[in-house]
């Protein structure tokens, strides 16, 4: 853990993401009651397994990403934590502009697992996804134009947002 991830960490992901996943995971319990999804959808203990697996890879594409960001952008993960200092287009950022986001998405989906609720996973999590993506073209981008120029417009029309076409599709030119 670098010093730039701790202060990320301390600044956005204590006060905000956990907070939110808690009140995400009160909510689904209650929805799971109402859409007759309280005894869960997957046989216990396999929910507890693809917890676990969906948490320890979503630390591992949350852990890639953030160390490109600090080693190779010479900054930080957030710009609330100070921000990159070069634009990252090599390594996981050559395959879409937002991967630490699918990590994100496996460690909050681990919850759901763990929870074993329906809701928490196909409706909650979804519709978080898209928020989240959202505000990443809403916010962010117009940011990283401001800052990068035309290096991350060229970058903006290379590179997808959030699905790595080039992973499914690697023989064809997309």
């Given at each position: 853990m670098t010093p730039q991830i701790l202060l990320m960490v301390s600044k956005v992901y204590i006060p905000?993401?956990?907070p939110v996943t808690f009140l995400i995971a009160l909510t689904s319990l209650r929805l799971d009651r109402a859409l007759g999804f309280a005894d869960g959808f997957l046989a216990?203990?396999?929910n507890y397994y693809?917890?676990?697996?969906?948490?320890?890879?979503?630390l591992l594409v949350v852990g890639i990403t953030y160390a490109e960001l600090v080693f190779r952008g010479e900054g930080s993960p957030s710009p609330t934590a100070g921000r990159t200092m070069k634009l990252v287009r090599s390594g996981i950022y050559a395959y879409c502009r937002n991967p630490s986001v699918h990590g994100k998405l496996l460690g909050v989906l681990a919850v759901g697992f763990a929870l074993n609720s329906f809701s928490f996973c196909f409706v909650l999590v979804p519709l978080l996804l898209v928020l989240s993506?959202?505000?990443?073209?809403?916010?962010q981008e117009p940011q990283l134009i401001e800052i990068f120029g035309d290096e991350y417009l060229r970058y903006q029309k290379e590179v997808p947002l959030f699905i790595p076409w080039k992973l499914f599709f690697f023989w064809r030119k997309v």
């Open positions: 905000v993401l956990f216990p203990p396999v693809v917890a676990a697996a969906s948490l320890v890879a979503g993506l959202i505000e990443k073209v809403v916010r």
